[in-house]
């Protein structure tokens, strides 16, 4: 119908308007007193062409939106030292976003989920970045997973004004000063060693304390959280050594600890280089307490550390996934079960759930039309929403949605169970 309408316009739109131009010259001034009547035709006739020529519009063209979908973007390590806290981080995500879709998504729309890697290298997850922004039409980026990466797409999102939802990492930089585009959900790096130190000076009376650290962002984030709460006990950390990310040489590091005998050991770090460090200390005859952040992915660092591992302290931003008297924790075991019963319940999964459900609480109760902006204003709206039994708060001066942070150590088995004080720890005994 429209190919008819257009050719039948560009048939007779010269004749129309200029229906004397073939005509003696005797009925030129016909001609005058015509043309005038028609020229609102003439100037309908080109809208009328120009409309029929241009590209189909979405009601909300380049925005992420379409009529069926509300597309998402994820950058974060599939392949490399981060890998199991982004597989972990998506798969929790997608169960929810799986589960919300089956009742009607959002709206109308379907949640998608797009995850490119990054390989845990700043570089490449700013080339995703830029791919999601700029040709995969996406609507907003959630779930990175780590500082270094998430800290290289800060000039990109702030440039173009484009929303972050629930980064994978506790470093301050996310966080204040704030970042109109950056909304995280987790607890920050500076309250987890906080956490670590207060317990060692109180329920230890331990002040001795050396920190082993990644040598990037992450890891002088956690060391300057570190720093801060030893400051307010009066001490200063005992040892402070570095490993780089690309080539950590652990061994150097444990040679370097054991001979500055600490009585506690913070790390920040990937699993990898911790459970090594942890497992050289010990087999050294070490005897200190090992205390990890959240970043380390206690069930792989327990993997990895084997026989070494019981009572390690790993630190921890949301609830316990297997505590199903929280509402929340329960929703994310049932729907774990039907949807995915293959895949075992853990941190990851459970923070990438409940990032996913306070996504979807804010995407659902922002109003229409939705756009970037709308989102990022219907966000700071939300204080102390409840999601059940785990709260978040945004507001123009806060983009940290929650404060939770509590202790786990590496029990027999491997498990983590939750702990009140350190003085619950199990004690290694070597083979």
């Known amino acids: 119908m429209v190919r008819v309408l257009a050719l039948f316009i560009k048939r007779y739109f010269y004749s129309f308007c200029f229906p004397y131009t073939h005509c003696p010259n005797t009925r030129r001034q016909r001609m005058k007193n015509n ?21 189909p519009l979405s009601a909300e063209s380049n925005t992420g939106i379409t009529d069926t979908q509300i597309r998402i973007g994820q950058s974060c390590s599939l392949t490399g030292p981060a890998m199991g806290l982004c597989k972990g ?14 009742q009607g998504g959002i709206h109308g729309r379907q949640l998608k989920l797009i995850t490119e890697d990054d390989a845990y290298n700043p570089e490449k997850c700013r080339k995703n970045t830029e791919s999601f922004i700029n040709d995969q039409n996406i609507f907003l980026l959630f779930g990175y997973v780590g500082t270094p990466t998430t800290e290289a797409v800060l000039p990109l999102i702030q440039e173009k004004n484009f929303p972050l939802f629930a980064p994978l990492t506790g470093a301050r930089i996310f966080r204040y000063p704030v970042i109109n585009e ?3 959900i987790r607890a920050s790096y500076i309250q987890e060693t906080e956490t670590m130190v207060d317990r060692l000076v109180k329920d230890r009376g331990i002040k001795k304390i050396a920190v082993f650290y990644q040598n990037d962002s992450y890891g002088t984030d956690g060391l300057n959280g570190v720093r801060i709460a030893a ?19 652990t061994e150097k590091a444990v040679s370097q600890l054991m001979k500055s005998n600490p009585e506690a050991v913070i790390l920040i ?5 911790a459970a090594q460090v942890i497992a050289g200390m010990r087999s050294a005859g070490s005897e200190a307490v090992f205390l990890n952040v959240s970043f380390v992915n206690g069930e792989d660092l327990a993997e990895r550390l084997i026989n070494h591992g019981i009572g390690v302290v790993v630190s921890q931003v949301v609830p316990f996934p297997f505590y199903r ?11 774990n079960s039907e ?17 996913a459900k306070a996504l979807s609480r804010i995407l659902s109760e922002t109003p229409a039309p939705l756009t970037r902006e709308a989102f990022m204003k219907s966000a700071e709206l939300h204080e102390n929403t409840d999601i059940g039994g785990f709260s978040f708060s945004f507001n ?25 004080n350190l003085n619950q720890l199990y004690q290694f005994h070597p083979n």
Not at 231 to 249: A, C, L, W
Not at 325 to 335: C, I, K, M, S, W
Not at 397 to 402: T, Y
């Open 231 to 249: 400051s307010k006990h009066g001490i200063i950390p005992s040892d402070t050594v570095s490993y780089n990310r690309e080539s950590p040489d």
């Open 269 to 273: 770090a990937t699993s990898e280089p």
């Open 35 to 55: 043309t005038a009547a028609r020229w609102p035709f003439l100037l309908l006739s080109c809208l009328t062409l120009t409309l029929l020529n241009a590209p």
């Open 325 to 335: 008297r929280v509402p929340l924790v329960a929703e994310y075991n049932q729907v």
């Open 89 to 102: 981080m998506r798969d929790g995500a997608q169960l929810y976003f799986d589960f919300i879709n089956s």
């Open 182 to 184: 950056v909304f995280n």
């Open 396 to 420: 123009k001066e806060r983009r940290q949605g929650s404060d939770l942070v509590y202790l786990t150590q590496i029990g027999p088995g491997g498990f983590l169970r939750p702990i009140e």
């Open 339 to 355: 949807l995915s019963p293959a895949k075992q319940a853990d941190f990851a999964g459970m923070e990438g759930f409940t990032a």
